[in-house]
């Protein structure tokens, strides 16, 4: 590739790594890959290296057993052998959650897993109920659906074919634990279930979840526990562990689960000191985990993780990317009947002022953390299938100081 001309705008590649393996020194591999970039004119002053998570946690060795989760899961929420333990809102998804719930399911040491699914899809829109089904079934939103009301009826996810139900269930009964599953949107329901510890599922909504069922159960004068997700596995004292805990985990070989990597704005600030000693550029760095968009043909919001962004450098936290509206000035600027070149001129004149979002000229450009735009582009170069380029640079987003 010939260096990036001046004409071009924002752009983003990818750079081809080799197997990243646990205690490999990542850091070192990262700034070898960017210097050699460098030499070839491919690296600037307010470039975004962009890591994947996956490669910064198998790294750091981030990994724990679904033995290892049952144990905390066990003493956290205080369980006896023969343990009822429900479960709210969980993402269906065997990557991100089978594992977790084979967990699950060996705590409750030959007990029972009582399951709440959100319906018609769970948090990111991974559809449990089709819009037909749902007319059939001739239930409201606030109403409970039972297997019972379902009568055997598959529930085929769109894309990938799998009955989560059933799948759902084979894992837990594996585990020599009885099965209840349920769907319904009030997440407070499941303390009605008797369970001696209660595990809410859910991501993005996790705080507010959580809240609503611990005062649930309290007014119940239940001695049930509750954790959520991010609360297991985030035990800095053990050797694997994420501040996010489980989530934004993914399945790995056998019993295995990978972590979000820990102390990731660390790592980033790291990469920028050594990119910098070595080439002399000063870049950002995040480490990025799913993107933030919404693919139009399923529904699907693809976020899986807690966040886009696990751990960036100061200087693009909290940055803002928004602008003035190009096409809306350019439609003034011809009506008025102004030339090409007196456009342009003034564009660049716009360009150089602070708007608020209230006036016109910015009208449309909805202001996105930048950190969130830069790893959503980055996540769809990489690619779920692995485009075996773990490492993206992203150019003309941040201009350097």
Excluded at 163 to 168: G, N
Excluded at 274 to 297: C, F, L, M, N, W
Aim: aromatic share 4%; hydrophobic share 40%; glycine share 10%.
């Amino acid at each position: 590739m010939a260096p990036l001309p001046n004409y071009v705008g924002p752009a983003a590649f990818g750079i081809k790594m080799g197997v990243i393996v646990p205690g490999m020194d990542l850091i070192a591999e990262v700034v070898s890959r960017v210097a050699k970039c460098a030499e070839d004119q491919l690296v600037d002053d307010g470039d975004v290296l962009c890591i994947t998570e996956s490669v910064v946690a198998r790294s750091q060795n981030n990994y724990v057993t679904v033995g290892q989760i049952a144990e905390e899961i066990r003493g956290k929420l205080d369980l006896p052998d023969g343990a009822a333990v429900g479960v709210v809102f969980p993402i269906l998804s065997r990557n991100r959650f089978s594992l977790i719930l084979k967990a699950i399911a060996r705590a409750t040491g030959r007990g029972k897993v009582v399951m709440q699914l959100s319906w018609p899809a769970d948090e990111v829109g991974n559809r449990i109920l089709t819009d037909e089904q749902i007319v059939e079934l001739g239930k409201n939103y606030d109403e409970i659906i039972t297997e019972a009301d379902l009568a055997g009826k598959p529930l085929l996810h769109p894309i990938t074919g799998v009955d989560y139900l059933q799948l759902y269930r084979a894992l837990i009964e594996q585990e020599g634990a009885a099965v209840e599953i349920y769907l319904a949107n009030d997440p407070t329901l499941i303390a009605n279930h008797g369970c001696h510890g209660i595990i809410t599922a859910d991501i993005h909504s996790r705080a507010k979840t959580k809240a609503a069922v611990e005062k649930a159960v309290e007014k119940l004068s239940a001695k049930t526990r509750v954790a959520s997700l991010v609360d297991i596995c985030a035990d800095k004292s053990r050797e694997a562990w994420s501040e996010w805990g489980l989530l934004g985990s993914n399945m790995s070989a056998g019993e295995k689960l990978k972590l979000a990597p820990r102390n990731g704005s660390e790592f980033a600030a790291e990469v920028q000191a050594q990119v910098e000693r070595s080439t002399g550029k000063h870049v950002e760095v995040i480490i990025y985990g799913d993107g933030a968009y919404k693919d139009p043909s399923t529904g699907i919001y693809e976020l899986a993780d807690p966040l886009p962004v696990l751990g960036a450098t100061a200087g693009i936290a909290g940055m803002m990317r928004e602008g003035i509206k190009y096409k809306y000035v350019a439609d003034v600027g011809l009506a008025q009947g102004k030339t090409a070149a007196e456009i342009e001129k003034e564009l660049v004149q716009l360009k150089g002022k602070n708007y608020l979002q209230s006036d016109t000229e910015a009208e449309g450009t909805t202001p996105r953390k930048m950190g969130d735009v830069i790893a959503s582009l980055a996540d769809l170069i990489s690619g779920s299938a692995d485009a075996g380029t773990p490492l993206v640079i992203v150019k003309g987003f941040v201009s350097p100081e």
